[in-house]
Nanobody, 119 residues
Framework: VQLQASGGGLVQAGDSLTLSCAAS????????MGWFRQAPGKGREFVGA????????VYTDSVKGRFTISRDNAKNTMYLQMNSLKPEDTAVYYC?????????????WGQGTLVTVSS
């Protein structure tokens, strides 16, 4: 499966932004999907994930209550709604497909999209 994240940009602290992840070349509904991010000079960090059906979502503590992951299996697309953005959310955001919600279960990564949050 090929993945392409989009929707990044420059925003101010407190703003909202929605990222999209478009999938092709596979059966989108058969994959759990996840969002990861990598800030400048840091390693890749798990942001959150959503189950195949979209019923179950998990998030890292730093984004709980601010970020929401959703998916539209009919459109082969996953979304990351980010509210109350903080400068520390600045990173390249990547989407990934996996066999489950565990971090080791993601196997296909897309091109990232840069989110920059100014203070």
């Amino acid at each position: 499966v090929q993945l392409q994240a989009s929707g990044g940009g420059l925003v101010q602290a407190g703003d909202s932004l929605t990222l999209s992840c478009a999938a092709s070349g596979g059966t989108f509904s058969s994959y759990a999907m996840g969002w990861f991010r990598q800030a400048p000079g840091k390693g890749r960090e798990f942001v959150g994930a959503i189950s195949r059906s979209g019923i179950t979502t998990v998030y890292t503590d730093s984004v709980k209550g601010r970020f929401t992951i959703s998916r539209d299996n009919a459109k082969n697309t996953m979304y990351l709604q980010m509210n109350s953005l903080k400068p520390e959310d600045t990173a390249v955001y990547y989407c990934a497909a996996g066999t489950g919600l565990g971090l080791s279960q993601f196997f296909s990564w897309g091109q990232g999209t840069l989110v920059t949050v100014s203070s």
